[in-house]
């Protein structure tokens, strides 16, 4: 596609269970981003992913939190054991490995946990 | 190490009036700024860049921003808002070859008719 697809747009769980969050980036981007959007809030950092090199996972609020990046490609959030606070937007983001270019972002997952 | 200050979380002015909104940035380094903008339920969208070519650097929709290495501000501006300007504007930084994306808290930008 032309942009970064994200999946699904919106999901309602209940507490307790575990969700998983997709990420298609743009191809070709090296870099990959996840960031988490609540209410009225700005954006938070969880975790980036740049070419074959580790992650940074120091965005995530707990061990909860995992992501992983198959093939340097489409990426997966897996929240477990959800909470009422884990309600937000989650922004995915990539980026091309020029430097300077800009990060491209999803439209985002909308995750209501009830 | 970096980081984003943006000194307004909300601003608000009146239709056919300028806008500043304001973004300072810490860098060890020749940093990347970015603006971008969301409109309410919408996705983010990249209003203009820096990176290291012309200090001026002019976006959609009228703005544009100066990038002053001596007070290390971004700030964006537009002679003339117009209601459809009215969301959340995010100032972007991004320095080194680790290439993480700072971003600040936001400004909420009013615009009154």
């Known amino acids: 596609g032309a942009g970064v697809s994200q999946s699904p747009s919106n999901k309602v769980t209940e507490k307790g269970k575990d969700v998983e969050l997709r990420c298609d980036p743009i191809s070709g981007h090296t870099a990959l981003y996840w960031y988490r959007q609540s209410l009225g809030q700005g954006l938070e950092f969880l975790i980036y992913?740049?070419?074959?090199?580790?992650?940074?996972k120091s965005g995530l609020p707990s061990d909860r939190f995992s992501a992983e990046r198959t093939g340097g490609s489409v990426s997966t959030l897996t929240i477990q054991r959800t909470q009422q606070e884990d309600s937000a937007v989650y922004l995915c983001?990539?980026?091309?490995?020029?430097?300077?270019?800009?990060?491209?972002f999803g439209q985002g997952t909308r995750l209501t946990v009830v | 190490a970096q980081s984003v200050t943006q000194l307004d979380s909300h601003v608000s002015v009146s239709e056919g009036t300028p806008v500043l909104l304001r973004c300072n940035y810490s860098?060890?380094?020749?940093?990347?700024l970015f603006w971008y903008v969301q409109h309410p339920n919408k996705g983010l969208q990249l209003l203009l860049k820096y990176t290291s070519a012309a200090t001026l650097v002019k976006g959609i929709n009228g703005f544009e921003a100066e990038f002053k290495k001596s007070e290390t501000s971004f700030h964006l501006t537009k002679p003339s808002a117009h209601m459809s300007d009215a969301a959340e504007y995010f100032c972007?930084?991004?320095?080194?070859?680790?290439?993480?994306?700072?971003f600040g808290s936001g400004t909420q930008l009013t615009v009154l008719p």
């Open positions: 972007v930084v991004s320095t080194g070859s680790a290439r993480q994306l700072t």
């Open positions: 983001a990539s980026r091309p490995f020029q430097g300077g270019t800009e990060a491209f």
């Open positions: 860098s060890s380094y020749s940093p990347s």
């Open positions: 992913f740049q070419g074959n090199s580790a992650p940074d």
